[in-house]
């Protein structure tokens, strides 16, 4: 099973609508968890962070569930600027692990 | 907002030379990172590095890979001989604390011919 999986897409959207994407990681001692965004040939930035708790910021609400594995980015209202690929990572601590571990990451375009 | 930077943003070598690409992580950063994205793959984990030591290398950080932090603000990764396999974008990141996000720097495209 790969590290952290993601479905490539591309996922299609016309604008104004709410698009999903899941991840699912395989190491149960994952501790931190994020969403990236990266633009064609650029570096990933930061989207966001995932909590437990679930969290929102704006348009992008990201929710984790740790029994399952499984972690969630849900983008309301898009936009022509969320067009993008949005990577799944997360981050094993412990036992003098700092590593971000990567998906391939969902390609989003959102069309006029 | 403060950056991370990095130069060149692109290098063209011949197969077999030594490269060294640089870093500025964020001025009151703790832990660094080099990472490597082959064109249409995932970003992959190479190394990570703290109070002056490396704290991890993944298997594709072997002998031919070194990194160093030569004053308090540059952060670099040489690759002594490069390969072809090595042509690749090469990130740098930085972050506060062990856990927390880390953020990326522009890249540099290295192509080895």
């Known amino acids: 099973r790969k590290e952290v999986e993601q479905d490539p897409g591309p996922f299609n959207v016309p604008e104004g609508a709410t698009v999903a994407f899941n991840c699912t990681y395989s190491?149960?001692?994952?501790?931190?968890f994020f969403w990236y965004r990266q633009d064609c040939r650029k570096e990933p930035k930061l989207l966001m962070s995932?909590?437990?708790s679930g969290n929102e910021d704006g348009r992008f609400t990201a929710q984790l569930n740790r029994a399952s594995q499984y972690i969630s980015l849900l983008i309301r209202d898009s936009k022509l600027s969320d067009s993008a690929t949005y990577l799944c990572?997360?981050?094993?601590?412990?036992?003098?692990?700092?590593?971000?571990?990567f998906g391939k990451g969902t390609k989003l375009s959102v069309i006029p | 907002e403060p950056e991370v930077t990095q130069t060149p943003s692109h290098q063209v070598t011949q197969m077999g030379q030594e490269v060294i690409l640089r870093c500025v992580p964020i001025?009151?950063?703790?832990?660094f990172y080099w990472y490597r994205q082959i064109l249409g793959q995932k970003v992959e984990f190479l190394v990570s590095?703290?109070?002056?030591?490396?704290?991890?290398k993944s298997e594709i950080f072997d002998d031919q890979f070194s990194v160093e932090r030569p004053d308090g603000s540059n952060f670099t990764l040489k690759i002594r001989s490069t390969k072809l396999e090595d042509s690749a974008m090469y990130f740098c990141?930085?972050?506060?604390?062990?856990?927390?996000?880390?953020?990326f720097g522009p890249g540099t495209r290295l192509t080895v011919t």
């Open positions: 190491n149960s001692a994952s501790q931190s």
């Open positions: 590095f703290y109070n002056n030591e490396i704290s991890e």
């Open positions: 995932v909590y437990s």
């Open positions: 990572v997360v981050n094993k601590i412990g036992a003098g692990s700092y590593q971000l571990t």
């Open positions: 990141a930085s972050t506060k604390r062990q856990g927390s996000e880390q953020y």
């Open positions: 001025s009151n950063h703790l832990y």
